[in-house]
């Protein structure tokens, strides 16, 4: 795309002008030979001496080239790893891909990752300025970005065939490395070994067999066609599953029976979130089954720890759609493959609230013993985390080796990473009344309660692990690497039973310092938003994961706290709706921008780097709270709303949904090629509850949702 200023190489020309009128190749042959003949020998020689130095070049040079290889597939397993919300930034150069700031990197980045040009007056201190980052590794207050390369490459995007007919091209085709891996436990043997070796990932690709390949060659995927399918899934069904429509499996343990919410006028959202579900859940089964993420547009699955993700997150979404048959199948899975004893780096929050999160939960409503094993060994498994001089815990584990480290650029840790494990290591301590897990991630909330640092209760992104001081302070955000912080100091809270004062002071003490310094409205219909700090200056943006923040509010306010947290709630939840509600495909960006004038058009602005949606929960999290505590049918409907866009924009027609490049573009929308584990254990079970009209169906009274939306019990509270 940019050719090189200058030439770096010599070309040679020896052949004749004319040489193009051969067009024969014996004749080429010849006239080639006789060339070689009319040479003189001193000529011939020296050019075989080149020849003889080249190779020799090349073999000495070869493992430093494959050694550049590694490091490049490093860069792409870091840049890939920081597609994730909370990654910690590196220092220094690293960041930077391309040649020069603000041009297109060279393609080593995933599938996802659009560059972005870090302005200097809110880059924290790792980041040079002016580099050329990931888009999805720019901290939130990063503002301006440059270009976005399509995320499926030029190869792969849509284009337009007729009027307005987008269609997807096919997927390109990839190595097999590896056997693929279909359907059921039984036709899975040894498959479920992470290829993660030393704390490197590799993502690994399968596609379906050669002779399907085939076929998918022949085979042009319609988008449309996907809308056209996906418009029909969101009708009820009348084919839907009806033996499955009763309740769901009885537990284990009666005391926690889970009914299933069919009253009349819910019943045929459930059932289309239910459709959503197990569209979602076969491509998983068709393409990536015990790997941790659907490629459903390659049919392929991405691995990240090795540790059946996406498995693991759908279980307790399954329970409770009563989703037996394929609820079966996973626990089989979970019995016969799901191994800890993998030499295998995995990062400490994430593997914390999907895995052992969602084994816990899953324990807690069946009652089966099966998944409290499991919880124990992970739990054990990540513990080494936590010997660090400062008792904040590093980033990374290896869960077969007993050994943790940050990553390779930074001592730090992100804030929300290390304040967002608690609920499920407390509630493990409970279960094995074994206290350690619960001293140690108690130790790290007490820390970051004396911490100087705070700005009116808000909190910086990075903490370090030598030193358990805040890094790059000045920065303030309710999005990415402090989000569930917030989170996580009401509901432990509550998990506590009420009892823990400084978790309440500090909640109560951060929402005061969310309404001070970052909330605002927009100038053109006052839409109540939560912006950016940064170095004192306000940045009018917010990302979708903000989201969180109305249900939460409403949760608080639900426990006793102070009445103007319901009002707040209500005002955000009316903008994150908009969010949605003002893109043409009805889809949320992963961050807008508001205008504050009145002047302005619009009240949501939508940078180019931040047009994608990854299937994301926090506005449908948000919207099953506002309803469970307000009974508005509003709420359901916006949710509908949403399940609607979601079929019509990221169903893939094979199966599974994918996240797209595009929310303000309904012709071509750009599918990513990713399923994120969330959508099934967050977002489909939010969306599910939501439509519920049964308050007992997980009551907010007994349960409390880990931010992943694992249900976890509240504890009883102590006798006073
Ligand atoms: C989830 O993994 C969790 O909800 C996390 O707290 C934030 N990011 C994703 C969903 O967006």
Redo the contacts with the bound molecule.
């Keep these: 795309m940019y050719p090189p200023s200058r030439k770096d190489f010599i070309s040679l020309t020896l052949s004749d002008p004319h040489s193009h009128t051969y067009n024969n190749g014996k004749h080429r042959r010849q006239s080639c030979w006789r060339k070689w003949k009319q040479l003189s020998r001193l000529q011939r020689s020296l050019i075989l001496f080149l020849l003889a130095l080249l190779l020799i070049f090349g073999l000495l040079s070869y493992p430093s080239i494959t050694e550049q290889w590694k490091g490049l597939s490093d860069r792409e397993d870091w840049l890939e790893l920081n597609d ?3 990654k910690p930034v590196p220092p220094g150069v690293k960041p930077v891909l391309g040649p020069a700031a603000g041009k297109t990197p060279a393609p080593v980045a995933g599938p996802h990752l659009g560059p972005a040009v870090v302005p200097d007056a809110v880059v924290p201190d790792a980041v040079v300025p002016g580099a050329v980052v990931p888009d999805a590794v720019v901290p939130d207050a990063v503002g301006p970005v440059a270009v976005v390369p399509d995320a499926l490459g030029p190869d792969s995007v849509a284009e337009l065939k007729g009027p307005n007919m987008p269609i997807l091209a096919k997927p390109p085709i990839k190595k097999k490395p590896f056997p693929n891996k279909r359907g059921p436990p039984s036709l899975q043997k040894g498959g479920n070994v992470s290829d993660t070796v030393g704390g490197e990932r590799q993502e690994q690709e399968v596609v379906q067999d050669e002779g399907e390949e085939e076929e998918k060659e022949k085979k042009i995927v319609s988008w449309r066609g996907a809308m056209i399918e996906a418009d029909q899934a969101t009708e009820p069904s009348p084919s839907a599953n009806e033996k499955e429509a009763a309740a769901p499996p009885a537990p284990a343990n009666p005391a926690d029976t889970v009914p299933l919410a069919v009253s009349a006028g819910a019943v045929d959202r459930l059932e289309a979130v239910r459709d959503a579900f197990r569209h979602a859940w076969k491509g998983y089964k068709d393409y990536a089954w015990g790997h941790d993420e659907l490629k459903p547009i390659s049919k392929s699955f991405g691995e990240w720890f090795g540790l059946g993700l996406t498995l693991i997150d759908s279980l307790d979404t399954m329970w409770i759609m009563g989703l037996k048959e394929e609820f079966a199948e996973a626990k089989d899975w979970v019995e016969k493959e799901l191994s800890f004893n993998k030499n295998v780096d995995v990062n400490l929050f ?1 593997t914390t ?2 895995v052992l999160g969602g084994l816990l939960s899953t324990y807690h409503l069946t009652g089966d013993h099966l998944f409290l094993e499991k919880a124990k060994d992970l739990g054990s498994r990540l513990m080494p985390a936590f010997k660090t001089p400062s008792k904040i815990p590093f980033s990374d584990v290896n869960i077969g080796k007993g050994t943790a480290h940050p990553p390779r650029w930074t001592s730090d840790s992100t804030l ?1 990473e290390v304040t ?1 494990i608690q609920l499920e290591f407390r509630e493990l301590s409970h279960l094995t009344q074994d206290p350690l897990y619960q001293e140690v991630v108690n130790e790290v909330m007490k820390l970051v309660h004396k911490l100087p640092g705070k700005h009116d209760g808000l909190v910086p992104m990075f903490i370090n692990t030598n030193s358990g001081q805040f890094t790059h302070k000045g920065v303030f955000t309710l999005g ?1 690497r402090a ?2 912080y917030y ?1 996580y100091l009401l509901k432990q809270w509550i998990q506590g039973g009420k009892t823990e004062d400084d978790l309440l002071e500090d909640y109560l003490q951060a929402i005061e310092g969310v309404k001070k310094h970052l909330v605002r409205q927009t100038g053109p219909s006052r839409l109540t938003f939560v912006g950016e700090l940064s170095h004192n200056r306000f940045n009018a943006k917010m990302d ?2 903000v989201c ?1 923040l109305p249900g939460t509010l409403a949760l608080g306010a639900h426990n006793g706290l102070p009445g103007d947290h319901m009002d707040l709630a209500v005002q955000l939840m009316e903008t994150c709706h908009q969010m949605y509600k003002q893109m043409e495909t009805g889809l949320s960006p992963e961050i807008a921008h508001f205008s504050l004038q009145s002047s302005d058009g619009r009240d949501v602005v939508v940078k180019p780097a931040d047009r994608h949606n ?1 299937l ?3 506005t449908v ?1 948000s919207l099953f709270y506002m309803y469970r505590y307000t009974k508005d049918t509003k709420y359901q409907d916006w949710g509908w709303e949403i399940l609607q866009s979601f079929n019509k924009y990221t169903k893939v027609s094979d199966g599974g949904y994918t996240s797209i490049n595009n929310v303000r573009d309904p012709v071509n929308p750009g599918p990513r090629d990713k399923m ?3 959508f099934l ?2 977002t489909l079970k939010y969306l599910y509850l939501l439509f519920s009209d049964d308050l007992e169906l997980l009551s907010l009274d007994k349960y409390v949702f880990n ?3 694992h249900p976890l019990p509240i504890w009883p509270s102590p006798p006073k």
């Design positions: 994730r919300d909370l994430e609230i999907r929300a967002s990415a989000d569930s989170e979708h994961l969180f990854l994301r929960p926090e999290e994120e584990s969330f254990g967050e931010t992943e939306a």
